[in-house]
């Protein structure tokens, strides 16, 4: 234990703080990341922590550096901040700015590259001229069109949040081929490879490409964001390169399968600067906007389908616009190998082969639980956990009362699937959201949609 009254010397700071820390980690973790540690030196705001590599001091940023502060702040009884040093190097490494991955804009500023990241592969079907428009997407669009002539002076960032097939990955190509176009630079990835070059750049030391990579463009289009939710280090890295981009006056367009107070498990400064620019989402498609897709890729295509058809095809009351072309591709497709015209009938003859397997046919249990679970950002496993808390008690209620609903399972069948819950917890369950949405007109069309989605094998 430290004295109050005699000020303890930085090993002796650092040891009693190592002796807290070895009891809140695993002993692999503290024998390969802290027994070889030392205190180099303290001032009255800091304190310097010598680790033997580079990449140490960075896993140690990453990872412990919560719990470090907190030992320590425990020990000397005052806020220190941290550093840590390469033994034998000349300088500190702050926190805050030692990881290339993690620097903020104040403490590195960017540097110019003038060359561009290598390019994501781009689809050259999907510009603005090939998107159509009506009411359930015109924000969007116009919200694309806006950042793609101007990129960093309006709508920064840009959120663009929809279910899956309405045209957010259009959307996004369309913006980065109209920058590029304009001889500026425009990097499109997905969530899950900026998550995949983040751990990469870690594992290989090789964090200066990462940032240059994601700091250089003067657009950053980010399709499925939402794949972000839950991890901590992802997210970290995400928070830095988004305020350096931000900062630098770089545009950023994010895509998502909702929107970002729907986004349950990820951090809320990240979901204010979500937040900060403009959030546009795209609505199901209308019959009209339904029937424009289908003559537009009709020509495209060069099925040449009639206009009553075209009609029958046109008012499938379906929410996917990839489904809509799905059909019209399989109408073409027959066409071709049999030899047989496009008429009504044939169309009629696709249709029953698509509506068939799903004719009064019932998503199962699991499937109810799993989209449930994922749209609150959970697993099914959690949902049969003991966890109680606000996140996950809405979800399991959710998911108790649509399989109430679609599969009129027995509350007691219902129990069974979360863990061997009992009945009463089943009825409890039910009763909640059935309050709720008779109070809360938004959480009754939130349910109905997911409802009536689960209904026709949408997810």
Not at 61 to 80: F, G, K, P
Not at 177 to 195: D, K, N, P, Q
Not at 290 to 316: C, F, G, N
Request: charged letters at 20%.
């Amino acid at each position: 234990m430290v004295s109050h009254t005699l000020k303890p010397t930085a090993p002796q700071l650092w040891e009693a703080a190592l002796g807290r820390l070895q009891v809140q980690i695993t002993r692999p973790t503290f024998d390969t990341w802290l027994r070889d540690t030392t205190a180099l030196s303290m001032s009255d705001s800091q304190l310097v922590i010598g680790v033997p590599t580079t990449f140490a001091a960075e896993w140690l940023e990453l990872r412990l550096y919560q719990l470090i502060d907190a030992a320590v702040a425990s020990v000397s009884h005052q806020r220190l901040e941290i550093s840590f040093q390469v033994r034998g190097a000349t300088s500190a490494i702050p926190v805050e700015a030692s990881s290339p991955l993690l620097t903020p804009p104040e403490a590195a500023p960017m540097r110019q590259v003038p060359a561009s990241p290598s390019p994501s592969p781009l689809n050259r079907r999907y510009t603005f001229d090939s998107f159509v428009v009506d009411a359930t997407n015109q924000l969007a669009y116009a919200a694309c069109h806006a950042v793609a002539d101007r990129p960093g002076d309006t709508y920064n960032p840009l959120f663009i949040y929809s279910g899956a097939g309405l045209g957010k990955t259009h959307l996004l190509h369309a913006i980065a081929h109209e920058v590029r176009a304009h001889e500026r630079t425009a990097l499109y990835i997905t969530a899950e490879e900026f998550t995949n070059d983040f751990i990469a750049a870690i594992q290989d030391r090789k964090t200066t490409a990462f940032r240059d990579r994601y700091q250089a463009p003067d657009v950053l289009l980010v399709d499925d964001i939402q794949f972000i939710s839950g991890k901590e280090r992802t997210q970290e890295g995400f928070f830095h390169t988004f305020n350096a981009l931000h900062n630098a006056n770089r545009q950023i367009v994010l895509a998502s399968d909702r929107d970002p107070s729907a986004l349950a498990l990820l951090e809320d400064r990240l979901r204010s600067r979500f937040e900060w620019g403009l959030v546009a989402d795209i609505q199901a498609p209308s019959r009209e906007l339904r029937h424009a897709i289908l003559q537009r890729r009709a020509t495209e295509t060069q099925v040449p389908i009639p206009q009553d058809a075209l009609t029958t095809l046109s008012e499938l009351p379906l929410t996917n616009i990839r489904q809509v072309e799905g059909i019209l591709n399989r109408v073409g497709a027959l066409a071709h190998f049999t030899g047989l015209p496009v008429t009504t009938h044939l169309v009629q003859q696709v249709l029953h082969q698509y509506q068939t397997p799903t004719v009064n046919s019932k998503p199962s249990a699991e499937t109810i639980i799993a989209v449930v679970a994922e749209a609150h950002g959970l697993t099914p496993k959690i949902l049969a956990s003991t966890r109680r808390d606000r996140q996950t008690a809405d979800a399991r209620h959710t998911a108790m009362f649509l399989l109430s609903e679609i599969l009129q399972l027995p509350t007691e069948e219902i129990g069974h699937l979360f863990g061997n819950r009992d009945r009463t917890t089943a009825i409890y369950s039910i009763r909640k959201i059935k309050d709720r949405i008779t109070n809360n007109p938004a959480k009754a069309t939130e349910l109905n949609k997911l409802k009536q989605a689960l209904l026709q094998s949408k997810l």
